[in-house]
Structure formats: structure tokens, C-alpha cells
């Protein structure tokens, strides 16, 4: 994995959080859980530092309240908040969308992420944690019961693609992220 990896990883989730709104400090400890108060703390402030996001202190309000918010500008293009918030508005657009063509078009966007080559074990993680539930949710409605993740493993491993997918072309970076998690959690 390439150094700085979890670092690029932090950065996407607080980003993803911060895409949908201001933020109270409460808030974004709930909804990045995978990361201690410290080191929210620490990606916060170097965002900050990089131009990204804003902090908003309320004084007067008892006890004092903080929010963080996506600066209005823009990172500079190239630069690692800048590729961290694409990857970041990839990752949305992938868990929002609907059909078929909704969401080859969010691969596609995901596949033209700077970050992706150099963070494939990272980006492999936040993809599977999304599109995984998502197959898992699929599997289950087509059944008619819950199913398990070790459930969709094996499906997704004994079979030559589920017939319960629709078909559809993969860039081939994001195929071959896919098939790398998919090996890796079966032989857990």
C-alpha cells in the first residue's frame, strides 16, 4: 500500500461527509466511526490547512458549538485535496445510484480518479463497502431472505457473474480493484 494511504482514506470519508453539508463535530465523529477522535481531529486540521474545509466556531452559543463546512473554493487541481474530494464525489455519486447506467456512469467517474492507482487497497475498501452492501441488499431481495457477507462471497466466487446483476462494462482498473477485494475476502 502506498504511504499515506489510511491518511488518503480519512480524508475521502470526512470529505464525503462534509459534501452533504456543514457539520457539527458530533456528527461527523458518528459517521466516520473507523477513526479515533485524535485522528478526525488531525485530517480536519489538514484539511483546513489545505484550503478544503472551514471551521466555524460558535462562541456565544453554551456550551461553545463547532461546525465544519467545504470551503467555497475549490483545491487546486492535482493536488491531493483536490484528487481526495473527486474520489470523494465518485464515491457519492456511486452509493446514489439507482439503475444500471447510473452507476457504470459513477465507475467510470470513479475510474478517472487520480488517486485510484496508488491507493487501489484503500479505494478497493470504500468500493466494496458500498457496492457490497448494495449486491448484498440485491441477493436478498432476489431470495426473499437475508443473506449473510460470507453468503455473498461464495455466490459471487462460485459464480461466473451473478445472473441477478445486470450486465454491464467495467473500466478496468475498477474490475480488476474488484476482483482483487472479492479474492482477498474469500480467503478470510
Known amino acids: 500500500m502506498a504511504k499515506g494511504g489510511t491518511k488518503i482514506r480519512d480524508y475521502v470519508e470526512v470529505l464525503m461527509v462534509l459534501l452533504d453539508g456543514s457539520t457539527r463535530w458530533a456528527e461527523l465523529r458518528s459517521r466516520c466511526p473507523r ?6 481531529g488531525n485530517r ?10 472551514v471551521r466555524h ?3 456565544e452559543a453554551r456550551p461553545p458549538s463547532v461546525v465544519y463546512a467545504l470551503t467555497e473554493r475549490l ?8 484528487d481526495a474530494l473527486g474520489l470523494a ?12 447506467e447510473d452507476l457504470v456512469n459513477a465507475l467510470k467517474q470513479l475510474g478517472s480518479c487520480a488517486l485510484l492507482d496508488d491507493h487501489a487497497d484503500d ?6 463497502e458500498i457496492l457490497g452492501r448494495r449486491l448484498q441488499e440485491t441477493l ?5 431472505r437475508p443473506v449473510s457477507t460470507l453468503e455473498l462471497m461464495i455466490h459471487l466466487l462460485l459464480s ?4 441477478w446483476l445486470p450486465r454491464v462494462v467495467l473500466p478496468e482498473n475498477i474490475s480488476r480493484i474488484l476482483a482483487r477485494q472479492i479474492h482477498v475476502a474469500g480467503g478470510k
Open 35 to 40: 477513526m479515533s477522535k485524535g485522528t478526525l
Open 44 to 53: 480536519l486540521k489538514e484539511l483546513e490547512r489545505m484550503g478544503v474545509v
Open 57 to 59: 466556531v460558535n462562541a
Open 75 to 82: 483545491p487546486r487541481e492535482g493536488g491531493m485535496a483536490s
Open 89 to 100: 464525489e465518485a464515491l457519492i455519486a456511486l452509493r446514489r445510484s439507482k439503475g444500471a
Open 123 to 128: 479505494i478497493a475498501d470504500m468500493l466494496w
Open 140 to 144: 436478498s431481495r432476489r431470495l426473499g
Open 160 to 163: 461466473k457473474g451473478p445472473t
